[in-house]
């Protein structure tokens, strides 16, 4: 995949990326179904590669089936063909075999897939038409926990992935600045809630979240026996109503992405009135311009779409530079900034301007 820095170096090359665009949905449902029938796990465990009569026996899908998707995934690199047979590629033990790959395609299939024809109008209305796929909603956020079970367990799949592998790096920073109580804004299921509880008995952890999330996360709390530590408390940031002012310090993950540079700065003000004058805030974000790999920054900015189209109509993954104007614009400084946790992301810790 050519970065944003790169083009293609020739026409031949350009016309050719082009056709994989035209046709990227054709190929991305031909590699679902290999997937999903089994198809590449079977070519997978077979050392010399897999014939379509092999193929189709182990499958139970004709051999008409199986040749088109043979010939398709091969046009796609995603099989190579060894005289009657095929093997997987590289791209193909990626396709089957990686964790973040099947989570994306996951995504992308249950969550993303109708939805994303409505891209131009969502675009047009500043609204995520492509959300009318799963019902009558004004943003995704509350209909979480109504979702069909396939998107629920893939939208939850995909925010865990990413935030769950950076949550175990960015603990000890966190731990550093010994706090007494912790706000999670935007807590979710309360897996952070959770890990810190459990690392720092003595901590507080109060989640802020629609009340749909918090009746979520209680019943997972309550399972991990940390009831006594954690607690809600509902809102709805997008509203004006009182903040609790107890924490010394606030934490969002993957939160302020979910919102408009405009909603972003009433949040963070809101937030910095309720603040005790010594208490921080950290913000561990993903931003498309501080990946260090061409795809991350791809997936990152394929994900602002999703956001467009199905999430609200009017949020993304910023660019850091646009980001943390929005935050001096709502009276923070950056005290302390560290790039690379997890996957990509950033924690920024940040204080009140005086
Ligand atoms: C992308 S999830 C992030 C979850 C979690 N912090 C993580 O890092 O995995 C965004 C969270 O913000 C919450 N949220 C979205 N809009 C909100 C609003 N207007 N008020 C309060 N919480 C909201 C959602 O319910 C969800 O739990």
């Known amino acids: 995949m050519p970065s944003s820095k790169e083009s293609p170096r020739s026409a031949l ?9 035209a046709f990227g949905p054709v ?10 029938s089994g198809l590449l796990a079977a070519i997978d465990s077979c050392q010399q590669g897999m014939n379509v009569a092999d193929a189709a026996s182990r499958t139970g899908l ?68 492509g959300l009318q796929v799963f019902g009558d909603w004004p943003t995704i956020y ?8 396939a998107a629920k367990h893939s939208w939850f799949a995909f925010d865990h992935f990413y935030s769950d592998r950076a949550f175990d790096a960015v603990l000890p920073h966190i731990l550093d600045l010994h706090p007494t109580h912790l706000y999670d804004v935007g807590g979710n299921t309360g897996k952070w809630a959770m890990t810190c509880a ?21 019943v997972a709390i309550q399972q991990a026996g940390l009831a006594a530590q954690i607690d809600g408390h509902a809102v709805d940031l ?21 919102f408009s540079e405009e909603q972003i700065v009433s949040i963070l003000q809101r937030v910095r009135r309720s603040m005790k004058p010594q208490a921080r805030l950290a913000i561990l974000e993903l931003f498309w311009d501080r990946q ?27 660019h850091s530079a646009v980001f943390i104007a929005l935050l001096q614009q709502a009276g923070f400084r950056i005290e302390q900034e560290f790039d690379q946790i997890g996957r990509g992301h950033t924690l920024l810790i940040v204080a009140p301007s005086p």
């Not at 090359?13 to 665009?21: N, P, T």
């Not at 509350?142 to 079970?149: D, F, G, H, I, N």
């Not at 008995?201 to 999330?213: E, K, S």
Request: glycine residues 2%.
């Open 292 to 318: 260090p790999f061409a795809a991350a920054e791809f997936s990152l900015n394929a994900t602002s779409l999703y956001f467009t189209c199905l999430a609200n109509g009017n949020s993304r993954f910023y």
């Open 27 to 36: 190929l991305f449902q031909t590699v679902w179904a290999l997937r999903e």
């Open 238 to 258: 997008l509203t004006e109503t009182p903040l609790p002012a107890e924490a010394d310090l606030w934490w969002m993950s993957q939160f302020l992405d979910c």
């Open 62 to 129: 004709s051999r008409y089936a199986v040749s088109v998707l043979f010939d398709m995934a091969v046009s796609g690199q995603v099989l190579a063909r060894q005289e009657d047979r095929v093997v997987l590629t590289a791209v193909g033990h990626f396709l089957l075999h990686d964790a973040m790959t099947r989570v994306n395609m996951d995504f992308t299939q249950h969550v993303c897939y109708h939805a994303m024809a409505s891209l131009l109008p969502s675009l047009q209305q500043g609204k995520p038409v």
């Open 198 to 218: 459990a690392a720092d008995p003595a901590l507080r952890v109060t989640i802020l979240d629609l009340p749909q999330q918090l009746a979520l996360a209680s």
């Open 13 to 21: 090359a350009a016309i050719s990326l082009a056709q994989q665009i």
């Open 142 to 149: 509350p209909a979480l926990s109504q979702l069909p079970e």
